[in-house]
């Protein structure tokens, strides 16, 4: 069955430096993969989505990677701050299929 | 742009009694899904509509889970009877186009504890 890991059930970053999030996917070749920010008591927001015929994606101070050969994507969140204190769910296109999500602490 | 509206927010009920939720997608959009997400886990599908037909109910318990979404707007999601394991968040997200690749709009969910 399709199974999806993300790397860590927490991360701390320091403010200012780029946070980097990790979704592994196996038993799947996924058409689209897309990144959700939850906030505690809210429903999912969507960032950003990536196809498998693209390496990259940017928005603003995001940046998604997705190498289906080695079934990972990358997210990364530049100059972090505070704010971007949340989880981060990565999404596997078609099938719908959420990780567990990361939670990503920002430090002042 | 109005969001995805679900009610209620919040229900408690006792284990074998019945509860249902509504929930109003964003205006136009022809997808509509159910996701319970238990604490500390990501949502999982329990079942997916495209207008007023079903696309994915692979993951919905049928012998106590039922969806329905009439005149393909709004939807109903009930659990009879309820166990303690279904206590959780039900989420409901819509989006435009089921025939492409859309985002899905998220309302805020109905916290559901069964005692």
């Known amino acids: 069955s399709q199974k999806i890991e993300q790397n860590s059930e927490a991360l701390n970053i320091q403010e200012g430096k780029t946070a980097t999030l990790t979704c592994n996917y196996t038993?799947?070749?996924?058409?689209?993969l897309q990144w959700y920010r939850q906030d505690p008591g809210r429903g999912p927001v969507f960032l950003l989505l990536i196809r498998e015929n693209e390496k990259e994606k940017r928005k603003e101070r995001l940046k998604v990677t997705f190498d289906t050969t080695l079934k990972q994507s990358l997210f990364h969140i530049t100059a972090s701050q505070p704010a971007d204190s949340a989880t981060y769910l990565c999404?596997?296109?078609?099938?719908?299929?959420f990780g567990k999500g990361t939670r990503l602490h920002i430090l002042p | 742009e109005a969001g995805v509206a679900q009610s209620p927010r919040y229900k408690i009920i006792e284990k074998r009694q019945s509860v249902a939720f509504w929930c109003n997608p964003i205006?136009?959009?022809?997808?509509l899904y159910w996701y319970q997400q238990i604490l500390g886990q990501g949502p999982k599908l329990l079942i997916q509509f495209q207008n007023n037909g079903v696309v994915d109910d692979s993951q919905l318990p049928k012998d106590r889970f039922s969806a329905e979404r009439l005149k393909g707007v709004d939807s109903t999601l009930k659990i009879q009877p309820a166990k303690l394991e279904d206590s959780a968040v039900y989420l409901c997200a819509s989006s435009l186009d089921p025939g492409g690749v859309n985002e899905q709009f998220f309302g805020p969910g109905t916290r559901l504890t069964v005692l």
């Open positions: 205006s136009g959009h022809a997808t």
């Open positions: 038993n799947y070749s996924p058409a689209y």
């Open positions: 999404a596997l296109g078609d099938k719908i299929i």
